[in-house]
Structure formats: C-alpha cells, structure tokens
C-alpha cells in the first residue's frame, strides 16, 4: 500500500496568485515513486489557517504532510511555530539531515528554522519554499519514510535492517 500523503506550500504571493507554485508541484511529482499525493493546498503566511490545514489533514488519516515555504527569517515566516503548535512529538533528528543535505548544496541552508514532528501516525516536514531545497530535500525524506512511519504503527524495529 502507497503512503498517503499531502503538500501545503505556504505563501502569501503563491496564494494571491502573484507567484506560480513550482516548489508544491515538485515535491509532489518526487513524491509520487512513494505516496499518493492526495492534497496539494496552498495558503497565505497565516499561522492560524497553517494550523486548520495540518490538524485536518492528520484527522483525515494523512500518512505525511510536506509544509513547503514560510521556514525563514521574515517576519511572515511561521510555519515551524504552527507545526510545533499542533505535534505532539518533535522530531529533530529529520531536522538535522535536511539541514546537514541543505548546507551541502549552500550556506544559506544554515537560516532555515523548518522541524519534523509527529502528530497521532502523521508525520509533518517543513521543508524550505525553494525549489532547489525542495529537491534536495525529498530524496532524504523518502529514505525515512517507509521506517518511520512503521514505527509511528507500532511494526517496531524489526521491519528495516540496521545500518
């Protein structure tokens, strides 16, 4: 069975229709080897509308949510406090790959604040709004997927070999 999954790009120029979405589309279509991309939304930078998107989309059994954009310094930028607002666990350790991946392309990797969590068997990643990040950012989060998100089921360990 493919993991469901879902796409929120948040962006106040994507969802004002002054800016194309390519960063949602794309990681949806590198989604696709994997999961059923089930939802593809966007939203202004509004952490209340953040929050409804995510709570609604893991009520409605989302495997795992990618959050695209709203990860930086501006003062729009609060995708990571709507996400840390609703998980119940973070999970910084995906945080850090992405991170440790991102530096490996550009320094600027460094000013990224997105965080991984787990909210009921939802996984939610934030993933920065450029497409460059994006992509290379899926191919670490695929790599984790299928582990995780047994683990989030209770399978336990002994489903994956060790490394």
Do not use: F, Y
Not at 9 to 25: F, I, N
Not at 63 to 81: A, Q
């Amino acid at each position: 069975m493919k993991i469901k999954a879902a796409v929120l790009v948040v962006s106040d120029s994507v969802s004002a229709g002054l800016k194309e979405d390519r960063s949602g589309r794309l990681a949806a279509e590198m989604l696709q080897p994997v999961a059923d991309v089930a939802e593809l939304c966007i939203v202004p930078d509004d952490i209340d509308r953040i929050r409804e998107r995510l709570i609604a989309w893991c009520d409605a059994g989302m495997d795992v949510i990618l959050t695209i954009g709203g990860t930086g310094l501006s003062p729009r930028d609060l995708t990571p406090e709507a996400t840390r607002g609703i998980i119940e666990r973070e999970l910084p350790g995906i945080s850090l790959a992405l991170m440790m991946n991102g530096l490996a392309s550009t320094p600027r990797a460094a000013l990224s604040r997105a965080i991984a969590g787990q909210r009921g068997r939802t996984l939610i990643v934030n993933l920065p709004g450029n497409p460059s990040a994006v992509k290379d950012s899926i191919p670490v989060i695929i790599d984790l997927l299928p582990h995780a998100l047994d683990m989030m089921s209770g399978k336990g360990h002994e489903q994956h070999e060790s490394r």
